[in-house]
């Protein structure tokens, strides 16, 4: 007589998404960090899914305010503009009115907050990995990629801070950071003072700290090198998205509000 053979546990699928992790990863990454380093999977959907909403939710909120300041802001005509033909100053005047179009009011700015948090997510996070590795550190692409998605999660407060205060004040941030203490008349070296001071703010800083609770909880040789990477790889993404914003604004001869860094 032949046993039955024993049926098999059923195979646990792993959980995709971790919400109850998000408040403590940002409030208590100490102990948090070191269970996310033990996790077998990836775990940088949950907070990039958080990101990705609130940096589209500012861009909703901020519609309707971009759409309103276009239409009430006076044209700026060319020096020669009443030498143009009737046809290019209707052409002219239809590419100002445009500016009030939902491409520019939300798609453009749409396609932007999303190159902000996934671009910025794999550009931090291969760079930190590198300098890590390069300093003596032990952790895998996997680990931080996956930690440095959740030390992400200030923007996403920032990104809800600044929604509720435009929803409120019904005005656009036009200053966001220090940039506001920064007057800039086109030159170069104005130009990058202002960009660089819209990235530094409070959320920023606390970006900084958790980058570093991170590296330390992924086998970090030290503080100090925990330190050093972090702010390597901080002082080369924004080189990198800094450069471009200047060398644009430079060759349209526009000044760069850049809106709502990752």
Do not use: C
Not at 124 to 131: D, V
Not at 168 to 184: D, E, F, M, Q, T
Not at 204 to 224: D, E, K, N, Q, T
């Amino acid at each position: 007589m032949s046993e039955t053979p024993p049926a098999l546990a059923p195979v646990e699928r792993p959980q995709r998404f971790h919400f109850e992790w998000v408040l403590r990863s940002i409030l208590r990454p100490r102990s948090t960090y070191p269970k996310l380093v033990e996790q077998p999977a990836d775990t940088w959907r949950t907070p990039l899914l958080v990101l990705t909403l609130t940096a589209l939710l500012v861009v909703l909120v901020a519609g309707p305010l971009r759409r309103e300041a276009a239409l009430s802001a006076p044209a700026e005509l060319p020096p020669d503009f009443q030498y143009y033909s009737p046809e290019q100053q209707e052409q002219f005047l239809q590419a100002q009115q445009a500016t009030s179009s939902n491409t520019f009011v939300y798609l453009f700015p749409a396609l932007g907050a999303l190159a902000r948090v996934w671009g910025g997510w794999l550009i931090a996070g291969a760079l930190l990995h590198l300098a890590v590795t390069l300093l003596g550190g032990r952790a895998t692409m996997r680990t931080m990629m996956n930690l440095v998605a959740w030390a992400g999660l200030p923007f996403a407060v920032r990104s809800a801070v600044r929604g509720v205060y435009m929803l409120a004040s019904n005005r656009l941030i036009l200053a966001p950071g220090l940039s506001g203490l920064a007057v800039s008349d086109g030159g170069t070296l104005d130009l990058i003072r202002v960009n660089l001071l819209e990235s530094l703010d409070l959320y920023f800083i606390w970006h900084l700290l958790l980058l570093v609770a991170a590296v330390r909880s992924a086998g970090s040789p030290g503080i100090g090198k925990a330190w050093t990477s972090v702010l390597l790889t901080q002082v080369v993404a924004l080189a990198l998205e800094i450069g471009p914003a200047v060398l644009i604004a430079k060759l349209s001869g526009l000044t760069v509000i850049r809106p709502f860094l990752f």
